[in-house]
T-cell receptor, first 113, second 117 residues
Framework: KAGVTQTPRYLIKTRGQQVTLSCSPISGHRSVSWYQQTPGQGLQFLFE???????NKGNFPGRFSGRQFSNSRSEMNVSTLELGDSALYLC????????????FGQGTRLTVV | AQTVTQSQPEMSVQEAETVTLSCTYD???????LFWYKQPPSRQMILVIR??????QNATENRFSVNFQKAAKSFSLKISDSQLGDTAMYFCAFPSAPSSGTYKYIFGTGTRLKVLA
């Protein structure tokens, strides 16, 4: 069974640009959640999607958005990038609810210059 | 607020020795899961072990075991016969659903474990 796939692995963007990250969950998993990992703030929850609907949202500004497609693949978008958005973005998939174990991708390392 | 605390930022252990990583959490929920994840330099978070709060028996997975104390809200990870491949960041995680009924993971700040040859 293929694991969680995140693309791209690395990105370098300029302040003010926007970026789209992609996550393909494990086959059969319908829940996809996103996390931002930084040395200063640790791992912080961004949002969770289930059956194409945002089910839960963390405390991030509206510049961070996401969506989920009918095949459960998810994208997250960050507009008007700031230097502080530089981070590792992790995607996790689970079967239905996040109260059971989540399986993580290898992350996308975003650097904003 | 629901929180997860890991009080040991860094630890080291000699190969083949045993090490225990600490985690405490705060929740008003009664039935929940707790997890330990490992993040090696490759960055991928890998599930190490999980514990269901309603089970009194401590979870064990090969060389990994937990000491779960529900009343004390403590969830420590013991690694026996440490191997060089155990070198990684270890995160304690708690899926929280305070009111909405939908869950999000709350992570501790992590413990960087180095296994020494």
């Amino acid at each position: 069974k293929a694991g969680v796939t995140q693309t791209p692995r690395y990105l370098i963007k300029t302040r003010g640009q926007q970026v789209t990250l992609s996550c393909s969950p494990i086959s059969g998993h319908r829940s996809v959640s996103w996390y931002q990992q930084t040395p200063g703030q640790g791992l912080q929850f961004l949002f969770e999607y289930f059956s194409e609907t945002q089910r839960n949202k963390g405390n991030f500004p509206g510049r961070f958005s996401g969506r989920q497609f009918s095949n459960s693949r998810s994208e997250m978008n960050v507009s008007t990038l700031e230097l502080g958005d530089s981070a590792l973005y992790l995607c996790a998939s689970s079967f239905e609810q996040l109260n059971t174990e989540a399986f993580f991708g290898q992350g996308t390392r975003l650097t904003v210059v | 607020a629901q929180t997860v605390t890991q009080s040991q930022p860094e630890m080291s252990v000699q190969e083949a020795e045993t090490v225990t990583l600490s985690c405490t959490y705060d929740t008003s929920e009664n039935n929940y899961y707790l997890f330990w994840y490992k993040q090696p330099p490759s960055r991928q978070m890998i599930l190490v072990i999980r514990q269901e709060a309603y089970k009194q028996q401590n979870a064990t997975e090969n060389r990994f075991s937990v000491n779960f104390q529900k009343a004390a809200k403590s969830f420590s990870l013991k690694i026996s016969d440490s191997q060089l491949g155990d070198t990684a960041m270890y995160f304690c995680a708690f899926p929280s659903a305070p009111s909405s009924g939908t869950y999000k993971y709350i992570f501790g700040t992590g413990t960087r474990l180095k296994v020494l040859a």
